[in-house]
């Protein structure tokens, strides 16, 4: 069993940058980051294989958010610049013990991750 436990989130102004991060108390093969939204199905975000370093991204924020990894302190980070309004949500941070999560990231399901967090709010308002 690996716990998450999420922190940085906050409300911000559009334009404006918020940094998430993740402490998890294991090792897992495969991490992301998942949103959502009041009304709205959980969707991924950002995923990253912690052996490589490999990312994957959502095409919504790609080139706006880098996700990252500190594997000394087995956490994960979650940098993300020129927030939307529409990049209110919800965050949560996901873990899976194998890397077929990330495989399935960008066409998969919330299901494919196996330990989760318990959120962060971001709001971006206009």
């Known amino acids: 069993q690996v716990q998450l436990v999420e922190s940085g989130g906050g409300s911000v102004q559009a334009g404006g940058s918020l940094r998430l991060a993740c402490a998890a108390s294991g090792y897992t093969y495969c991490m992301g980051w998942f949103r959502q939204a009041p009304g709205k199905e959980r969707e991924g975000v950002a995923a990253?294989?912690?052996?490589?370093?490999?990312?994957l991204y959502a095409d919504s924020v790609k080139g706006r958010f880098t996700i990252s990894q500190d594997n000394a302190k087995n956490t994960l980070y979650l940098q993300m610049n020129s927030l939307k309004p529409e990049d209110t949500a919800m965050y949560y941070c996901?873990?899976?013990?194998?890397?077929?999560?990330?495989?399935?990231?960008?066409?998969?399901?919330?299901?494919?991750?196996?330990?989760w967090g318990q959120g962060t709010q971001v709001t971006v308002s206009s």
């Open positions: 990253i294989y912690t052996g490589g370093g490999t990312t």
């Open positions: 996901a873990a899976d013990p194998y890397t077929v999560a990330c495989r399935r990231f960008r066409g998969g399901s919330p299901s494919d991750f196996t330990y």
